[in-house]
T-cell receptor, first 115, second 117 residues
Framework: DAGVTQSPTHLIKTRGQQVTLRCSPKSGHDTVSWYQQALGQGPQFIFQYYEEEERQRGNFPDRFSGHQFPNYSSELNVNALLLGDSALYLC??????????????FGPGTRLTVL | AQTVTQSQPEMSVQEAETVTLSCTYDTSESDYYLFWYKQPPSRQMILVIRQEAYKQQNATENRFSVNFQKAAKSFSLKISDSQLGDAAMYFCAYRGYSSNTGNQFYFGTGTSLTVIP
């Protein structure tokens, strides 16, 4: 059973650049959520995608955008990178509408460093 | 907004001993879910245990159990017979049940657990 996968593992960018992170959900899952985890902090919710639409969004600026594909995989895009965007970006998947949609399964994350 | 507080940034325990990690949360909802996740240095967030707020019985998963006090909004994790592999950052998380909060998870700041051989 394939778990949640993310790519790339690490990424280094400079201020002002744009970045795209990718996530494939656990087999059988149709919902993807993205989180930002700054060093020494807990994950902060960015947004969630289901049926290729953004369903819910946390307190993040419009520079953060996403997309979900028909195969349920997802991308997180960040434009005009700032130093403060340096963090571990986590993807989590779940099954929308099922009895256990409360539980999210996380990928290993992408470490983004902005110089 | 929902908040989750973990007041113990670091904890340590001797191997084979028992340790309790604390978590409190703030919510106006009556139905919700609570979780403990473990994040080892490999960064993968692993589900340890989950609790449904409408269930009074405390959840148990092998050596891991919770003490859920709904009125006090407290959700502590007890690890019995601690093993070296338990060393990790532990996060307490809350998920609401209303249309306002949807599937959003709220995480605490984490407790770093060290297991001493």
């Amino acid at each position: 059973d394939a778990g949640v996968t993310q790519s790339p593992t690490h990424l280094i960018k400079t201020r002002g650049q744009q970045v795209t992170l990718r996530c494939s959900p656990k087999s059988g899952h149709d919902t993807v959520s993205w989180y930002q985890q700054a060093l020494g902090q807990g994950p902060q919710f960015i947004f969630q995608y289901y049926e290729e639409e953004e369903r819910q969004r946390g307190n993040f600026p419009d520079r953060f955008s996403g997309h979900q594909f028909p195969n349920y995989s997802s991308e997180l895009n960040v434009n005009a990178l700032l130093l403060g965007d340096s963090a571990l970006y986590l993807c989590a998947s779940s099954l929308y509408g099922a009895a256990n949609t409360d539980t999210q399964y996380f990928g290993p994350g992408t470490r983004l460093t902005v110089l | 907004a929902q908040t989750v507080t973990q007041s113990q940034p670091e904890m340590s325990v001797q191997e084979a001993e028992t340790v309790t990690l604390s978590c409190t949360y703030d919510t106006s909802e009556s139905d919700y879910y609570l979780f403990w996740y473990k994040q080892p240095p490999s960064r993968q967030m692993i589900l340890v245990i989950r609790q449904e707020a409408y269930k009074q019985q405390n959840a148990t998963e092998n050596r891991f159990s919770v003490n859920f006090q709904k009125a006090a909004k407290s959700f502590s994790l007890k690890i019995s017979d601690s093993q070296l592999g338990d060393a990790a950052m532990y996060f307490c998380a809350y998920r609401g049940y209303s249309s306002n909060t949807g599937n959003q998870f709220y995480f605490g700041t984490g407790t770093s657990l060290t297991v001493i051989p």
